[in-house]
């Protein structure tokens, strides 16, 4: 019997198979888990109170391997395609510099033989001072620079009397015959040439002198007649 003093124990058994807050389903109170090794059973409080107390922890999904994919295939793939568009970009950057150079060489060029064709007047005539004798004082330190601007341009004059004639050297504007000379000679020099290293920037203008009797032409060797074609008598 109880006292007036002593409140009687209420027991609130919670016999839900879904546990409100996990949503999973709970084992029945003294009910041994499948698989897990026999033992002594548990007793019907110590399963009541595991249910009023304690709620069962969802089951973590292990997780999954990583899949095997083939990207050291494709990385040396990558890595090989990398490297030829490296090589083509090398090599298209060597002939755009090659074709830099050489373009800026031709401009630089060309810029001097046009700086040096505006000074064949002056030295043209600087030279008929000189043949005058009238090449001296200032005027001649004047004509020495403007020369030394020539040669620092890597021209220099040509055409000098005897010299044999070429077409690609002398422009003739006049022409006579001698015996002393057996080939066309430049007697006369009428203005000089000048040329920058293989180009010829300016023909010398000459009076060409040629030999009287002009070699013979070397004779043809006549044809063997051939088997079987000689004249009948």
């Known amino acids: 019997m109880t006292t007036g003093d002593e409140q009687p124990r209420v027991v609130i058994r919670d016999k839900r198979r879904i546990d409100p807050t996990s949503g999973t389903v709970r084992e029945p109170a003294g009910a041994q888990p499948a698989g897990s090794p026999p033992g002594p059973s548990t007793s019907p409080a110590a399963g009541e109170q595991m249910s009023e107390n304690e709620t069962t922890a969802p089951a973590q999904a292990a997780p999954e391997p990583a899949p095997v994919s083939s990207a050291d295939g494709d990385l040396a793939g990558q890595l090989a395609e990398r490297t030829e568009d490296l090589q083509r970009v090398t090599a298209e950057y060597a002939n755009y510099r090659r074709r830099v150079d050489r373009d800026r060489s031709l401009v630089?060029?060309?810029?001097?033989?046009?700086?040096?064709?505006?000074?064949?007047?002056?030295?043209?005539?600087?030279?008929?001072?000189?043949?005058?004798?009238?090449?001296?004082?200032?005027?001649?330190?004047?004509?020495?620079?403007?020369?030394?601007?020539?040669?620092?341009?890597?021209?220099?004059?040509?055409?000098?009397?005897?010299?044999?004639?070429?077409?690609?050297?002398?422009?003739?504007?006049?022409?006579?015959?001698?015996?002393?000379?057996?080939?066309?000679?430049?007697?006369?020099?009428?203005?000089?040439?000048?040329?920058?290293?293989?180009?010829?920037?300016?023909?010398a203008m000459v009076a060409v002198t040629e030999p009287e009797s002009p070699a013979p032409a070397p004779a043809v060797p006549a044809e063997e007649p051939v088997d079987g074609s000689a004249a009948s008598d």
């Open 108 to 203: 630089a060029d060309q810029a001097a033989e046009r700086f040096a064709a505006g000074l064949f007047p002056i030295v043209d005539d600087i030279e008929r001072a000189r043949d005058h004798g009238d090449l001296t004082g200032a005027f001649k330190v004047v004509a020495d620079r403007v020369l030394g601007v020539l040669d620092g341009l890597g021209v220099e004059a040509f055409g000098s009397t005897g010299d044999e004639f070429d077409p690609a050297l002398h422009e003739a504007v006049m022409h006579d015959t001698s015996a002393e000379v057996g080939v066309p000679t430049a007697t006369t020099i009428l203005r000089q040439g000048f040329r920058r290293g293989d180009r010829v920037l300016r023909t």
